[in-house]
């Protein structure tokens, strides 16, 4: 008797538990962003399974504790929770998703319908996932955001494709050796994929990592790589600073070949210093003699005035 007493009082507490809602839970919560469409179901479905899971809503759309007869004692409680985790879902999705659930009153026939519409078979899924890991590419993306495509990829497959588990009552020595083999060749396949996508540039870090044994972890090959896309990225800062920095200084102090004389009309000098306007000895050591030797300005150098009557 007291079993069952204890048994029902465990079972009272399980129902208390799902059938509870937290003051801030409202009808327009979006469990997930951005929101479910017809190209990206699996992800989408395991992010709004998450979330139910941490707000104890999971068992409506598991179906595990179904629809109660009306003359329950929970079932207010229960069509309080099913009808709100339904307007989660709605706004969960897009909308011309949403005007085609709008209508059903039950989590579990929302999850099913979306289900059964949206989720590929798992082999075509995972040859879809297989054929884009390996036409992937670093291209003009960052080391950091082709490495997340990378990763959001794996985690897919590894959805689809989990470690084998074992059949024997106690896990025998077998099966940890096996499980070691195949997540060394995991971590390998992965570096390799990550590896063969990078541009040119790291050419010297990819020969240098394959010939490595045992290959490092993902992690520090990832590491490695962001190293020196950084220093890359500073020396080719530096080199633009210092271009800029040559562009002003030739523009404020412009080269000799650029300055034009106006008075005898040859490059290199200015007619201030001009050889044949103010009788100096040129480079071939010839004088031309000034028309007025009297009077030659030593602010401009032109003859026939001084500095006091320079205009």
Request: aromatic fraction near 8%.
């Amino acid at each position: 008797m007291a079993k069952a007493t204890k048994e029902t009082s465990d079972q009272s507490t399980s129902d208390q538990t799902y059938l509870s809602l937290h003051l801030n839970e409202n009808l327009g919560i979006c469990l997930v962003s951005p929101v479910l469409e017809s190209t990206n179901y699996h992800s989408r479905s395991r992010s709004v399974m998450t979330t139910l899971s941490a707000k104890n809503k999971l068992e409506f759309v598991l179906g595990t504790h179904p629809c109660l007869a009306k003359d329950h004692p929970t079932y207010a409680a229960w069509n309080r929770c099913n009808n709100m985790v339904v307007s989660w879902l709605v706004h969960s999705v897009s909308v011309p998703i949403r005007k085609s659930i709008i209508w059903m009153d039950l989590v579990v026939d929302v999850w099913n319908d979306l289900k059964t519409r949206y989720s590929q078979g798992n082999l075509s899924r995972i040859s879809d996932l297989q054929m884009e890991v390996a036409t992937l590419c670093q291209g003009d993306q960052s080391v950091t955001d082709y490495f997340t495509k990378l990763r959001i990829i794996w985690d897919e497959i590894e959805n689809f494709r989990p470690n084998p588990t074992c059949a024997c009552k106690t896990n025998c020595s077998c099966y940890c050796v096996v499980m070691t083999l195949l997540n060394q060749r995991k971590f390998e396949d992965r570096a390799t994929q990550f590896i063969r996508g990078l541009n040119e540039q790291y050419h010297n870090i990819k020969s240098h990592v394959l010939l490595m044994e045992p290959i490092p972890p993902i992690s520090k090959i990832f590491s490695l790589v962001v190293q020196q896309e950084h220093q890359s990225v500073s020396n080719t800062l530096v080199t633009n600073i210092n271009s800029v920095v040559s562009n002003i200084s030739v523009n404020r102090h412009p080269s000799s070949v650029s300055i034009t004389c106006n008075f005898c009309g040859k490059i290199g000098h200015t007619e201030k210093v001009c050889f044949r306007k103010n009788g100096f000895p040129n480079k071939d050591n010839k004088t031309y003699k000034n028309n007025n030797n009297k009077k030659i300005c030593t602010h401009c150098g032109i003859n026939g005035h001084t500095i006091e009557n320079c205009y």
